[in-house]
């Protein structure tokens, strides 16, 4: 396993300005944010970067830049979110060029693949390019697909991927993975993106975490990280809780489609906590506003965030 | 209603070569089969066209070649598919500078969106376009989302779409939308994708079909259309029934993912009555082997289209 | 095929008192008007029954009394809607007992089968029971589960089930079941119970329907089966967008579940019609109120129903 | 909260003779089992206990000794499954007249409700009753139904329940649930069906589990039970491991459905470890045979149960 791809790591928001453009000056402010908040990695152009809302000249944009502004001091995760393998290997391809550390890639979508497709296409990926490949297994955006834990450690005995990050929501699905690989010599970083219950993960053996509520409150995962590595559960508990208190942002919006509740409630924190100037949204999602917004921030004072 | 884009246009498939390259000289003898037929249109780029496994550069040769070849006989309908608005902008422009006479695109997907931004997707498309736009409603390929009837009439009052691709299955939804369309004094041409029940679908008004068995027998869907124009509905469901005899093709591929099932049954077809050399797939999609390509060989035998 | 079980088989709806209790008298009248409004059976203890909300004892008065009230005019089919076959068993007795002239049966829910544990549901009931037995289709009431067409035919050839109703809402299966029980020599009397497409259905072979709003407005579905046995589509189209334009009642119902929804809006309208003098349901499921009540109502006065 | 209804409560077995009936005598050794193995209580009449494939003469024989053989060492919680509250009622009282110490019910199915609908569900049982009731869920079963967070912690505040079994699989509503109960004042026994992440849900707050394993291997729960108490969570991680080892017969089953498929898994274990003389089902689900018999029985041995 790689030592580089484990610990906290999170899913980088993207801001945006108010005439729907990427702010890049603003993204410099949140990698900051991040670093110093004392994340192990960044990992951009996931879901909750709005990926599937940037064209490809945004995306490069924000790939330069972090890069540019991580300076090395952690490593730098690009989603290369595509439909198929090869529009996955063009965008992988580019983020290669522009410095990136690792990619991030997701099973096929809006194609309706064979379990034997969806490993062929991790395989293919893996061939076009010379840099570590996590696949990204996020049933919601996939029309239900799931990644099999049998073919994920084989694709990591194979030497395929080096890591998954895992938004599924299936911790069963997740403990018999971290066994499977653990048995298999630990190929796999496996990352975690049930941010809620980080504490279990990191309990049975995930490796590290993607937290998207990270953005708003990075410190807080760091010492749940550290706790846990301390093997002191009841204070990794105790933090847990005081991060769920928090992550009530994501439920306290109400009447939206899913991007615009989970994301949104993130940069609205991230404002109130002072890291971003507003809570722009990439089009045509809206920012929060009016009761949804008030109680975001409502609750990030309730939680002595700001 | 625009005219021009009823009656039977098929989602025209996707030849390739035995390395995976697009075969543009088959791609001719397909849109000759097709519009000698007796198409009235060709949709192109759509998930029969395998278009989530084309990168930019294949899908601009896709649409050039079509639109070349075409030569204005029939008119040229080009699928940009892609995660969001912005993204299905880059791609239609190019589609309009190629010489596309319509673009269809879907819902949103990978993006989990409301309502409300599915609407504002389709407006921000036609904002930014030249051409008429078409809705491509296909939930089995975005995650379940089915595009709204009463937000589809709305978008034809407003002149944001000229009409609707159903691939939904929805036949009630299908009718309703029909009534909906008529009350509204008929701004958008409804097309059903749902190939085994044209008959039925334009007996309770349908404006058309998109049939991808269309790309196999084209001449016996010309027959269906011009018997339920004349009110002959028991030849209608003769034909529909000899249609559905082949169509059984579809359902006797076992063992496949769906992008491995309907249409590589169709390139097979294809082969086995001339249109085409082989039944390649875009990679990592294979064409029908063993038992499989018998199975849909002898049913093309069967019903005595080779 | 057994020609009593085809035609205009509605689900009859049980009427209950403001006490919640069985209303026997309301039922005659609902027998009386389905038998007068020209019907050709009568399907009790349904989805559109509130099957699942009597218990036995109720399920019993509705049975016993729709036996005497029909009195031979019609068949009555009974649902023995329970989770397995030995609990399927003991209520099909019962109503065996009580003179009923068949059974139906959905597949097991709750349970979590296999196809052959279906197929054998079915066998265990069949050889328990001295009535034809149909296989009621309704994937939406049990977690997703669909009858596969070649195990029906199967079954079909077996003897062991006379018919199908079909409420799955996939037509596309529909058509292909009515060729495949054709091929077989036509064991089955296939019913559709997509009530809104029954022009169609009946176009391309239905042997009949199971039309919930067929309570509101048998007429006019007798006058469709009429016509569509006389071979006059383009009538048997106006007919069905007439009831089409009834079954908004249906869609007219907002914020309520779905079990608060279509069979509301059924008695409401059966109300406003004359044939009911309430409307109440099973509890807890409430009567409609206010401005859904009030759109019903408006919607049968529109189409002159009352 | 009512300490008798925490820790670990396994949800019992039904053992069943060659013929197909129920099988007291088996009965008598499971619970003698349970018992000792340190269980806290006993949940007959589950979807482990086959509950949906027993009439209504085989639950109360299932109950009565349940109650005479358990005599008091442990309470005796009854799943009272049934389509609907008048349903579910008919049973609950049933049990109560038997000696059940609590009545487990589940939202309505085959019905379906709205979200107040399910609400007033369990407020008629409670109603109805004199024991202290539990809210089961388990959506897999329920076609999705999942209970809300907020209602449950209503009902519990109300007095309508005492506890939840949650079987959803949702370990972030299982915590927000958590966190909410805790902030009412703790009325409920939240009990986690999820039992291969007891030990991360006994750490973020779980009264205790109901596990179907535990028909297997009572005395690693009552460990991990211990160990939790004591706060020795990596102890809990390593008894959790071994228990998952074991729990793998559930994956080694293939070819099922999911009733053929965990129970039968579980059957087989308890044969093999000497609880039971044999694996049989409730018909018409088979017992495990050949390779997937052999995978279980080998997992069995593997991890030392015999």
Redesign the interface.
């Known amino acids: 396993m790689d030592k580089r791809f484990t610990g906290m790591i999170p899913p980088v928001v993207t801001p945006f300005t108010a005439e729907g453009e990427v702010d890049l000056e603003a993204l410099d402010r949140v990698i900051e944010h991040l670093i110093e908040g004392g994340m192990n990695g960044l990992f951009i152009l996931g879901?909750s970067g709005e990926?599937?809302?940037?064209?490809?000249a945004q995306r490069d944009a924000v790939t330069a830049r972090t890069v540019a502004t991580a300076a090395g001091r952690v490593p730098v995760l690009v989603g290369a979110?595509e439909?198929?393998?090869?529009?996955v290997i063009?965008r992988a391809l580019r983020a290669q060029e522009l410095g990136a550390d690792a990619i991030v890639a997701a099973g096929?979508?809006?194609?309706?693949?064979?379990?034997a497709?969806v490993a062929?296409?991790f395989r293919?990926i893996h061939a076009a390019i010379d840099l570590p490949l996590f696949a990204y297994d996020v049933p919601?955006?996939?029309?239900?697909l799931k990644l099999g834990r049998d073919m994920l450690v084989e694709l990591g005995k194979e030497g395929v991927i080096v890591g998954v990050k895992d938004s599924s929501?299936?911790?069963?699905g997740f403990?018999?993975l971290v066994?499977a690989n653990e048995a298999a010599g630990h190929p796999l970083s496996l990352l975690t993106g049930?941010e809620?219950?980080v504490?279990?993960?990191l309990?049975?053996?995930a490796d590290g975490a993607v937290p998207g509520y990270g953005n708003v409150d990075p410190r807080s995962y760091a010492q749940l990280l550290e706790a846990a590595r301390a093997?002191e559960?009841?204070k990794a508990?105790e933090i847990?809780?005081r991060i769920?208190?928090g992550f009530?942002i994501v439920?306290a919006v109400k009447g939206?489609?899913?991007?615009?509740t989970g994301i949104p409630a993130f940069k609205t924190a991230m404002e109130a906590v002072g890291v971003l100037d507003n809570a722009y949204m990439?089009?045509?999602?809206k920012a929060l506003e009016g009761e949804n917004r008030q109680r975001v921030i409502d609750i990030v004072h309730a939680v002595g965030l700001a």
């Open positions: 879901s990926v599937a809302y940037l064209n490809d979110i439909t198929t393998a090869k529009r063009d096929p979508f809006y194609a309706l693949p064979s379990a497709e062929d296409h293919a919601v955006r996939l029309g239900g929501g299936d911790d069963v403990r018999r066994a049930h809620c219950v504490d279990g993960m309990l049975l053996g093997h559960w009841d508990r847990q809780d769920c208190a009530e439920f939206q489609g899913a991007d615009g990439a089009p045509p999602v």
